[in-house]
């Protein structure tokens, strides 16, 4: 089975140089009639990806509208119906789940500051993508995150990279009290992780490849409201949203269509949880930044080292926090309700155009320095095909300096 869509037309010219598919002459099918012949692809339901052209000047296909034109079942054509564009939006493989969510501090011991409905509004969501993930019966987990400095430093940044090992470990002793979770093993899923490598750098994605890693909120926190067990072993994979120059968009899309590769290949059932984002404004050290910023000037020593760095300094968190906290309390607006709605509203109608357009620059002034951090759900949207998704909670939290939001993939997954 195959999916026609539009690509860009070719001129005649360029086609006379080319060979095409049923032995049939774009010279003769352009005809002279036309400057341009339109070109499509043809696309295989498992995503190899073959090319046609077609001439419109003799009616063969007509391109009424859009991007899609017909579907062919076998060498049939029959016109394309909607229900054939949903199934082209359907994740495949064991994909049984799989969310985007945002790993807020404010989650580990700050829910007491925030109005006690809006707390009780995001505990719902977390609750119903709780009871869908326990539902979907997973085997492991592929954890889509970023790091903030635990496992690498400035001095050590790899802009992709993946933790082959089947223990990893987490919270740092250091985060023990604001994540109200203590220090132990999470299992990991070492020959996972190495089919995962190996399909990426077949694929032109250099990652880096860690052993264990140190899991901190940006993973467990997801875990803290949608697996408290920590049960499930993961496979985590990290990107780069603080160093700049930060990977595109639409590289870390790429990456998710590796992994989404991976998974459709292999047996196992899978959950995808991408961790980070939305628009937030979290304290953020600058290279350049003011010498007689205190806290500035210690998070840049404890990030250019990264692990261990927390060690040399270990009252840099508390820092942080209390900075959070002066920010928080100062009324500016470290929210921006209109850009994090885009957002959610993109990925509901499974816009990979509008989001594999954004830009750093784009999302640094709307979303924040910490809005990069939805790159991991646009990885995750990679890897599922760009399927819509459903927005189960969003709430902007002023105390957390955040939105806060969840989406879930389970209309679209075939449990
Ligand atoms: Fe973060």
Redesign the pocket.
């Known amino acids: 089975m195959f999916i026609i869509e539009r690509a860009a037309p070719f001129s005649c010219e360029e086609q006379k140089r080319k060979s095409f598919p049923g032995g049939t002459s774009p010279q003769n099918q352009c005809g002279g009639r036309s400057d341009k012949v339109p070109r499509l692809q043809v696309k295989t339901i498992d995503s190899e990806i073959a090319t046609a052209y077609v001439n419109t000047c003799k009616g063969t296909l007509h391109v009424p509208f859009g991007w899609c034109l017909a579907i062919f079942v076998g060498n049939s054509p029959r016109p394309l119906l909607k229900r054939d564009i949903m199934e082209r939006n359907q994740p495949s493989g064991r994909a049984v789940a799989a969310f985007a969510m945002t790993?807020t501090p404010g989650l580990g011991n700050g829910l007491e500051d925030p109005p006690k409905e809006q707390v009780e509004r995001l505990m719902a969501g977390f609750a119903e993508a709780r009871a869908i993930l326990d539902e979907a019966r997973p085997e492991l987990v592929i954890g889509l995150i970023?790091d903030?400095f635990d496992m690498f430093g400035l001095d050590n940044m790899p802009t992709f990279s993946i933790g082959i090992a089947d223990d990893h470990w987490g919270p740092p002793a250091s985060a023990e009290n604001w994540l109200q979770m203590k220090r132990g093993r999470i299992a990991g899923n070492a020959d996972y992780a190495a089919d995962i490598y190996r399909e990426a750098v077949n694929s032109g994605f250099d990652l880096y490849r860690s052993g264990s890693v140190e899991l901190v909120?940006?993973m467990l926190m997801p875990f803290k409201f949608l697996r408290p067990e920590r049960d499930l072993p993961i496979v985590p994979i990290f990107t780069n949203?603080l160093a700049p120059p930060l990977p595109s968009m639409a590289r870390c899309y790429a990456l998710g269509e590796v992994i989404g590769r991976v998974i459709a290949r292999r047996p196992e059932r899978v959950a995808l949880i991408a961790s980070?984002g939305i628009s937030h404004w979290?304290p953020f050290a600058k290279e350049d930044g003011p010498e007689d910023d205190e806290l500035n000037r210690r998070m840049l020593k404890v990030q250019r080292v990264g692990p261990g760095g927390r060690e040399l300094d270990p009252g840099v968190r508390d820092l942080i926090h209390k900075r959070e906290a002066e920010m928080a309390a100062s009324g500016r607006n470290l929210i921006n309700v209109e850009w994090d709605k885009e957002v959610l509203a993109a990925f509901e109608r499974g816009d990979k155009k509008s989001l594999l357009e954004m830009t750093y620059e784009e999302i640094e002034r709307d979303g924040g320095n910490?809005g990069h951090?939805i790159a991991m759900w646009v990885m995750m949207m990679g890897a599922l095909n760009g399927a819509p998704s459903r927005t189960i909670v969003y709430e902007a939290v002023k105390e957390w300096m955040g939105g806060v939001g969840l989406i879930s993939y389970d209309r679209r997954l075939s449990l």
């Open positions: 790993h970023n903030h909120h940006n949203c980070g979290p910490g951090e």
